[in-house]
């Protein structure tokens, strides 16, 4: 239905003309005859001259197009209260000769909107009137408008992100289809909570209606619970009625409502009862309209449903800000977290990238945070986290970058691009005076620093990853220099690339291990252990070998390290232990039967409490004792896991296995401590045997080291052994066992039992 336009009619004579058509006389005759069927029905009688357009309208007709019954000159006559594109059809049903029926709108101040269909029926015979009815459907207009609007509402605020979008595209559905002039939608103002006042948020009204100055007066008040209108309505949490405007006294807006000729107003509550019976109530519809509607006009029948869909949309959309405010912001600090950081930096590269811009990163680290934590607990900690974090907020003013807690003590912010290094400097200054002012606690100072680090694009890289990476290795390098400073981007850049490549590298590798462990890679050789006269072969040390499919061979100290920090060692361990053992039964069978073999054993194998058992379990399986299997173990790893260690060393002995002390003399075990290990024997490290005979320090010390084995009554052993001199000095001293490429360089199993066959001993 369009938009409709009405206006007041001008005064009608209803007289008779002189000269009225001879087909009319019939029906003027039938009307002195009332006919209550049309009153039940709902249906007027018209009949129209052919010839001379007059027009006779029987009392429900003329009712129902708000004119009076009988004759009319013309057509015309009877569409004054007819829009008037509405005005034509009603013309062209009637005529002789149009189309069959057709729909038209009549609103009046005593009936307000109508719905008429006119009906054309057949001709009775030449010359005669032509005749119709005129059937109200307004009731089932309503109802075919009710659905439609409440389905279009529904789909507007099902499918909406913004309430405001929704609410001012259903008051115009509103006006449009119920024939309201002007809509608005109120609801409490933010920030002012003890006590709210409602403002209008959204309005609407016909384009071609001159309602400006009303539109202006609603946009500027501020109404108060129980003030006019709209606050009388929030408050009572009912609709209400205004039927005449110029009669109400307290319509606060009755000015500029007279001055834009607006007459009847209807506003009712956007809220619904919750499931617990409480009521949630979010703001006031009202409309206007230039006639006297009246209450039974189709919106208070929709108000109700279109209040609660409004109310119900608006409680989902505040629920949805809620759950995408939490998962946005740090729940202590109020601050953005590290996920939501992320996500924006990644939209700052991409829009600097877009521009060619430029924007800077600061990374921050608290100083001395964690003694705050242990001194006073927790919540002194929270404490100072939450004000520093108002401090850095206040240093960041809205629009000019963001702050987040990444996480801990670690803050960062985004610097707006387009602003100058000095500025990121000048703001990066200011985070240190942040973090240096004294924090208030239970009545104390709390006193702390911070470390900063910057970032910038794209110079440090273009994305997330990278800027935050550079920005916090400029930060750990303050932190390494004394902390309390700011550490820029150019300084670390060559060390920051050094880290990534070692770190890449040791990534893949920590792949490529197990990769290689699966597909067989690792293979074994031993390298002997002599009597101090060369002649006896005691002992053989397993060492491990990784062979790539390529035929390279990596080195040990290269890969080592890396199996020790991913944990990856207790599994090559177990592989090495099980993997000698089979080769130690195999010697044995060869004539090898008191041969000793010496497997190295990492921290995180022997803090395993099951370690004794399941060593047991391995020598017995593969048919060898106990007494023939030596662990090494460096001198620090016992002394730093010592409460650790030193049970599981005793019940490795009671199992009957050896214990030797590896790079003994490295400088970190106490002679107390010595004399309670449960060991058989202590190897002197490379690193003091490659100085013999000439270097004195070394000297006095391989010199003490085989004086306290002998006091000890342990086998001591020398490593690294190379050259003929080195040989002569630890015999002189009393050195028992000798290892090294002086002697034999480590040998795979079939070469060892080739060259040594024949002097194996214990």
């Known amino acids: 239905m369009e938009n409709l336009s009405y206006i007041r009619p001008p005064s009608v004579s209803t007289a008779p003309e002189p000269r009225i058509a001879a087909a009319l006389i019939v029906p003027l005759n039938q009307l002195k005859q009332p006919n209550p069927a049309e009153d039940i029905v709902e249906f007027g009688r018209w009949w129209?001259?052919?010839?001379?357009?007059?027009?006779?309208?029987?009392?429900?007709?003329?009712?129902?197009?708000?004119?009076?019954?009988?004759?009319?000159?013309?057509?015309?006559?009877?569409?004054?209260?007819?829009?008037?594109?509405?005005?034509?059809?009603?013309?062209?049903?009637?005529?002789?000769?149009?189309?069959?029926?057709?729909?038209?709108?009549?609103?009046?101040?005593?009936?307000?909107?109508?719905?008429?269909?006119?009906?054309?029926?057949?001709?009775?015979?030449?010359?005669?009137?032509?005749?119709?009815?005129?059937?109200?459907?307004?009731?089932?207009?309503?109802?075919?408008?009710?659905?439609?609007?409440?389905?279009?509402?529904?789909?507007?605020?099902?499918g909406t992100g913004s309430v405001a979008e929704a609410v001012t595209r259903i008051i115009e559905l509103v006006c449009v289809h119920l024939g309201w002039e002007w809509g608005a939608y109120w609801a409490p103002e933010r920030?002012?909570?003890?006590?709210?006042?409602?403002?209008?948020?959204?309005?609407?009204?016909?384009?071609?209606?001159?309602?400006?100055?009303?539109?202006?007066?609603?946009?500027?008040?501020?109404?108060?619970?129980?003030?006019?209108?709209?606050?009388?309505?929030?408050?009572?949490?009912?609709?209400?009625?205004?039927?005449?405007?110029?009669?109400?006294?307290?319509?606060?807006?009755?000015?500029?409502?007279?001055?834009?000729?607006?007459?009847?107003?209807?506003?009712?509550?956007v809220s619904f009862v919750m499931a617990d019976g409480r009521r949630r109530s979010f703001g006031v519809l009202e409309f206007f309209s230039r006639?006297?509607?009246?209450?039974?006009?189709?919106?208070?029948?929709?108000?109700?449903?279109?209040?609660?869909?409004?109310?119900q949309t608006a409680l989902r959309l505040e629920q949805q800000d809620t759950i995408r405010k939490l998962a946005q912001l740090d729940g202590l600090t109020g601050l953005s977290n590290r996920t939501h950081f992320h996500q924006l930096l990644d939209l700052a590269c991409l829009d600097a990238g877009a521009r060619d811009a430029s924007f800077g990163v600061i990374y921050i680290d608290l100083d001395r945070f964690k003694p705050i934590n242990d001194a006073f607990g927790h919540e002194a900690g929270d404490v100072v986290l939450h004000a520093f974090a108002q401090r850095l907020r206040k240093l960041v003013p809205e629009g000019c970058g963001h702050v987040a807690r990444l996480g801990g003590d670690e803050f960062a912010i985004l610097n707006a691009s387009g602003q100058s290094h000095d500025r990121l400097h000048a703001l990066a200054k200011g985070v240190l005076l942040a973090a240096r002012l004294p924090f208030a606690f239970a009545g104390k100072e709390l006193s702390l620093s911070a470390s900063v680090g910057i970032g910038i694009f794209p110079e440090q890289g273009r994305s997330a990853q990278a800027l935050l990476r550079a920005a916090d290795a400029a930060m750990y390098g303050v932190k390494q220099s004394g902390r309390n400073g700011v550490g820029f981007p150019d300084a670390v850049a060559a060390a920051l690339d050094v880290q990534q490549s070692t770190l890449a590298r040791q990534l893949t590798m920590e792949a490529e291990l197990h990769h290689?462990?699966?597909?067989?890679?690792?293979?074994?050789?031993?390298?002997?252990?002599?009597?101090?006269?060369?002649?006896?072969?005691?002992?053989?040390?397993?060492?491990?070998?990784w062979r790539r499919p390529?035929?390279?061979?990596?080195?040990?100290?290269?890969?080592?390290?890396?199996?020790?920090?991913?944990?990856?060692?207790?599994?090559?361990?177990r592989w090495v232990v099980e993997s000698a053992c089979r080769d130690l039964a195999l010697l044995q069978r060869r004539g090898f039967e008191r041969l000793q073999l010496n497997v190295n054993m990492a921290a995180p194998e022997f803090i395993n409490a099951c370690l004794p058992d399941e060593l047991t379990a391995v020598v017995k399986a593969c048919g060898i004792a106990p007494q023939h299997l030596c662990l090494e173990l460096t001198e620090g790893m016992v002394m730093t896991h010592a409460d650790k260690v030193i049970p599981i060393m005793h019940a490795l002995r009671a199992h009957g296995f050896k214990i030797s002390l590896d790079d003994f003399g490295m400088g970190y075990s106490s002679l107390s401590r010595l004399k309670?290990?449960?060991?058989?024997?202590?190897?002197?490290?490379?690193?003091?045997?490659?100085?013999?005979?000439?270097?004195?320090?070394?000297?006095?010390?391989?010199?003490?080291?085989?004086?306290?084995?002998?006091?000890?009554?342990?086998?001591?052993?020398?490593?690294?052994?190379?050259?003929?001199a080195q040989l002569l000095y630890l015999r002189n001293f009393g050195c028992n066992l000798i290892q090294g490429f002086l002697l034999s360089r480590p040998l795979a199993l079939d070469e060892l039992i080739r060259l040594h066959g024949t002097g194996a001993g214990g």
């Open 48 to 158: 129209r001259d052919p010839h001379s357009g007059q027009v006779v309208l029987s009392p429900t007709a003329a009712r129902f197009l708000n004119v009076e019954p009988g004759w009319h000159a013309s057509g015309a006559s009877c569409c004054t209260w007819l829009a008037p594109a509405d005005r034509k059809a009603l013309l062209a049903g009637i005529a002789d000769g149009a189309p069959g029926d057709c729909e038209v709108a009549v609103i009046s101040e005593r009936d307000g909107l109508r719905s008429l269909r006119i009906v054309k029926l057949p001709a009775t015979g030449p010359g005669s009137a032509a005749a119709g009815l005129l059937v109200d459907i307004t009731q089932a207009k309503y109802a075919a408008i009710r659905e439609r609007l409440s389905f279009e509402s529904t789909q507007l605020l099902v």
């Open 191 to 269: 920030g002012n909570v003890d006590a709210p006042k409602l403002v209008c948020k959204q309005s609407w009204h016909h384009p071609h209606t001159a309602l400006d100055a009303f539109g202006q007066d609603s946009l500027k008040r501020r109404m108060a619970p129980g003030e006019g209108l709209v606050g009388s309505v929030w408050k009572a949490g009912s609709a209400q009625w205004i039927e005449d405007l110029r009669n109400e006294s307290w319509f606060v807006r009755s000015e500029s409502a007279a001055a834009c000729g607006l007459r009847a107003g209807y506003a009712f509550p």
């Open 291 to 311: 006639m006297a509607r009246q209450r039974d006009a189709q919106l208070p029948a929709l108000s109700t449903a279109i209040g609660g869909l409004i109310a």
């Open 516 to 545: 290689a462990l699966d597909n067989g890679e690792f293979f074994l050789e031993y390298q002997p252990v002599f009597d101090r006269d060369n002649e006896l072969l005691i002992a053989v040390e397993a060492l491990i070998r």
């Open 550 to 573: 390529s035929g390279e061979i990596v080195r040990p100290d290269v890969f080592i390290p890396i199996a020790e920090q991913s944990r990856f060692i207790v599994q090559l361990g």
């Open 676 to 724: 309670e290990l449960p060991i058989s024997s202590l190897k002197i490290d490379g690193s003091f045997v490659r100085g013999l005979p000439h270097d004195r320090g070394d000297c006095a010390i391989v010199r003490s080291i085989i004086d306290l084995g002998h006091h000890m009554r342990l086998q001591i052993i020398a490593e690294g052994v190379e050259t003929d």
